[in-house]
């Protein structure tokens, strides 16, 4: 990069009242660029005052939190155990994934590798169309047209459930996998791809064992990411995988996660304060801490692990 | 590479977008055809899930097209009779001709029709009871005005494909004073009606007052506040830790689920502030979602404002706040203006955080500002659907085709500003 010139102070000397004026600016400028702090001291303020109230509630404990595999906090007998509600995040996630991941890194290859720059282009922006569908959309997509087509071929599969929810989160995460990745293979210097050549290697070859390496730190960045976005998809699931909490990995079943939880017990007429509202803000700090690990994961395995190519 | 008949001109340079596949060099033997076999087939294997994802987009698209459409049969409530489009058409008026027809067919004598749409309590009752809808098909016949009533009984509704094979038996299953028609859920008449606890009778009015609402004042909210953030981390901040604690929460915010926003929300506008679940709350957490879209954007933009041209603002004179304000933003505006589209149209798409801060599940008149509480087309697409009713699919799915076609007309408008400003220095 060329070094900046405007970092530095101006030399003028300006008449007070363009200074006031220039410091007024740059204060607006400051307060604008303070404000994401502040939502993200938002976010964890809102997230721990409640939580904490929740665990400070004598019916509630950390062991059962994490271990009792009962989640009833909208019924008259109450049980707090989040373990359900895991393992319907992760089995949704779980099937997003294993379509998503391979589906979106084979995109990927054929867009880096073998598509005409043009096509490339208009590909891409087509997929970015199917990242911009909202997924309200491919909730009702997933209920009416998914399932019914499954249920043809898949005995026993309930009306809400988990694997057509996963299958169509696939799709949505695919455009994030084959974009991050697509950038991360086209990174990799011509001079390694030459030098492959040279050896005699078929593009293949050139593939599996130059490009994909080389890569690595972005394909996984982007798995990371696509994963923080399955776990943290909330219409889809809401709308095709059903609202019951239960403690299963068949993905023949209703189930419920983290976030369809929170829009069940928003949506319900739950008085603010009470044990059952403040419930869902530990569910919202649990799913706020996972996604913020994953994120962070991602970034680390960026910057660790990036191949320098200068 | 020359070819014979290629005469005396020079050879084609190789296509400048490949310059390496020297797998397709002729190197004549059978080791080398099976090697480049081999590539030809793993291409078309990684070309398969292009394909899929595309293929599941039309598949999106052409599903909810379809559901928007319905066969259905009706025992109207009305005189059941309906009318060709040129019977009906009358420019502005064709509202009150249409109700006119209806009334004389029902036995009325003209004064009483036009003495019912004189008064306006009686054609107020009217038009509550009664839509005025314009059938592809009623009957076997095509465009015909029919006039509805909330009383209407719905005896049957069959999906598009399934009742174009079934319209011969349909007709003759009917039973005198039944109607058979299609039913284009999403007509004119869809944008104007209220939202109703029938199916038929339900709009998208105020959903989509709500929405516009909302985006206008995200766009009100997030571009100032984005853009500023842009400026400031571009052209002032230098390598500070603040600087750089604003990035590191950027990008994590960036990951953070929707919903979890929808609690912020809830906590601060909602409970705190004790704004209420109102469209301004919705707006403000709306707005605090798409501020990293706008701020990423803006930062590309800003950056692709070549130096040369600052340095000759500062030769001239001007401060730096006029380097900024004068030079960079005007340089930068396209960029920005992609990435305001983008954060629109997700602002647009987005259910969760509402839903949690409360939007509410029955709005009967669009709101009337900013503090009324509120509905938006994807709130009303999961009320719908969630209403397990299949005629109240099809209005969902009429709600989604608008949704959808508006956010294709965004995105193609992001798509044509960034290729046009790629190329712009």
Known sequence: ?310 | MSRAGAGDRAPLPAPADRPERPDMLDLGGVEARRRRRRVRAFEAAVFVPVLLALALLATLFFDVITDSFSWQVIAPHNSGRSFAFAEGFAFHRTWENVVRLELLAQGRTPEEADALLADPEARRLFAARNRVELMPWVDGLPLRWLVTSSRDDHVADLPLFEGVGRRRELLASAEPGQVVLLNAWLDWSFFLKNASRSPAMAGLLPALVGSLMLIALVILLAVPLGVGTAVYLEEYAGDTPFSRLVELNLSNLAGVPSVVYGILGLSVFVRLLGLGPVILAGALTLTLLVVPVVVVAAREAIRSVPDSLRQAAYGLGATRSQVVFRVVLPGAVSGITTGVILAVARALGETAPLLVIGAAAFVPRPPAGPLSPFTAIPIQVYNWVSENDVEFTHVASAAIVVLLLVLGVLYSLAFYLRRRYESRW
């Open chain 1, 1 to 310: 990069m060329t070094s900046r010139t405007t970092r530095q102070r101006s030399p003028l000397r300006l008449a007070p009242a363009a200074r006031a004026r220039e410091g007024a600016v740059r204060a607006l400028l400051l307060a604008c660029a303070a404000l994401s702090v502040l939502t993200t001291f938002g976010v964890v303020a809102a997230l721990v005052g409640e939580t904490a109230a929740f665990f400070a509630d004598p019916a509630v404990t950390f062991g059962e939190f994490f271990t009792s595999t009962r989640w009833t906090p909208l019924f008259a007998d109450k049980s707090f155990g989040i373990l359900p509600l895991l393992s319907g995040t992760f089995l949704v996630t779980a099937i997003a994934l294993a379509v998503g991941v391979p589906l979106g890194l084979a995109s990927a290859v054929y867009l880096s590798e073998f598509a005409p720059p043009g096509r490339r282009r208009r590909v891409t922006g087509l997929l970015e169309l199917l990242a911009g569908v909202p997924t309200v959309v491919l909730g009702y997509f997933a209920l009416l047209f998914v399932t019914p087509l499954l249920q043809r071929v898949i005995p026993g599969l309930n009306l809400f459930n988990a694997l057509s929810a996963g299958l169509v989160m696939g799709f949505m995460i695919l455009p994030t996998v084959s974009s991050i990745s697509t950038d991360a293979m086209q990174a990799v210097p011509s001079s390694l791809r030459q030098a492959a050549y040279g050896l005699g290697a078929t593009k293949v070859q050139l593939i599996f064992r130059v490009v994909l390496p080389a890569a690595l730190s972005g394909i996984v960045a982007s798995v990371v990411l696509a994963m923080s976005r399955a776990v943290g998809e909330t219409m889809i699931v809401s709308l095709a995988a059903g609202q019951r909490p239960l403690f299963t990995f068949d993905a023949r079943e209703t189930i419920a996660t983290m976030t369809s939880f929170i829009v069940q017990a928003a949506t319900g007429d739950q008085p603010a304060g009470s044990l059952a509202s403040r419930s869902l803000y530990a569910v919202a700090a649990t799913l706020f801490a996972i996604t913020l690990l994953l994120n962070l994961a991602s970034q680390l395995v960026v910057r660790r692990y990036r191949e320098r190519y200068e």
